[in-house]
């Protein structure tokens, strides 16, 4: 059973704006990772942030961390075309052997 | 450095017939994994590897064999395909130190899209 939901499905968006993508989780977690995948392409590991923090930055990346609602969010400020792509969250729920993958983001930024 | 690499990129089986997918990492991983991706399902793990020798179960492993002989390679085995098993299949593998400190980060292969007929 998948241990992360992304929200929404899907956002397609201007270039330039902002873009926000949720995840919820079931389970207690000792951190939780956002990954991006290019149509066609493998996962490319984006963020970590783990239990004790409740905001990380990268660049035009933000994450937070709630862990008390079982819930992150990804910001990607100043969005680009390039940035066109599924956005996943993946947990650690149970094991860090089995990290489990959520659903997906569909992110469509328009020039 | 190559990363992971996974061979072949496409292949069209027919139910019943066997096959084994290849997965190559040259970063000295530890960890290796196998998952599939299907379409609204997100992507599932099938088995995974903490060393030569050691391989265990994921969420979806019927079906499928794994074995892991050397720290570099970890082939996914399908004995008998069926239909269900048409997907997209991801190998990633990770530091198993980086587990030993709470994170573990995948390093992701292109991807094996199979079609069973």
């Known amino acids: 059973s998948q241990q992360g939901e992304e929200d929404p499905q899907a956002l397609s968006i201007q270039e330039g704006e902002n873009a926000t993508m949720n995840c919820s989780y079931k389970?207690?977690?000792?951190?939780l990772q956002w990954y991006r995948q290019n149509s066609g392409r493998g996962l490319v590991h984006l963020i970590l942030?783990?239990?004790?923090?409740r905001e990380k930055h990268s660049g035009r990346l933000r994450v937070t961390l709630d862990t008390s609602k079982k819930s992150s969010s990804l910001l990607i400020t100043a969005s680009r075309a390039a940035d066109t792509a599924s956005y996943f969250c993946?947990?650690?729920?149970?094991?860090?052997?089995?990290?489990?993958f959520g659903k997906g983001t569909l992110l469509t930024v328009n020039p | 450095n190559a990363g992971v690499t996974q061979t072949p990129k496409f292949q069209v089986l027919k139910t019943g017939q066997s096959m084994t997918l290849q997965c190559a990492q040259d970063?000295?991983?530890?960890?290796m994994s196998w998952y599939r991706q299907d379409p609204g399902m997100g992507l599932r793990l099938i088995h995974y590897?903490?060393?030569?020798?050691?391989?265990d179960q994921g969420e979806v492993p019927n079906g499928y064999n794994v074995s892991r002989s050397t720290t570099e390679d970890f082939p996914l085995r399908l004995l008998s395909a069926a239909p269900s098993q048409t997907s997209v299949y991801f190998c990633?593998?990770?530091?198993?130190?980086?587990?030993?400190?709470?994170?573990?980060?995948?390093?992701f292969g292109a991807g094996s899209r199979l079609t069973v007929l």
């Open positions: 389970t207690s977690i000792n951190n």
């Open positions: 970063m000295n991983h530890e960890y």
């Open positions: 590897s903490v060393g030569a020798g050691i391989t």
């Open positions: 942030i783990r239990s004790n923090e």
């Open positions: 993946a947990t650690d729920g149970g094991s860090n052997y089995k990290l489990t």
């Open positions: 990633a593998s990770s530091y198993l130190r980086g587990l030993r400190t709470g994170a573990n980060v995948l390093t």
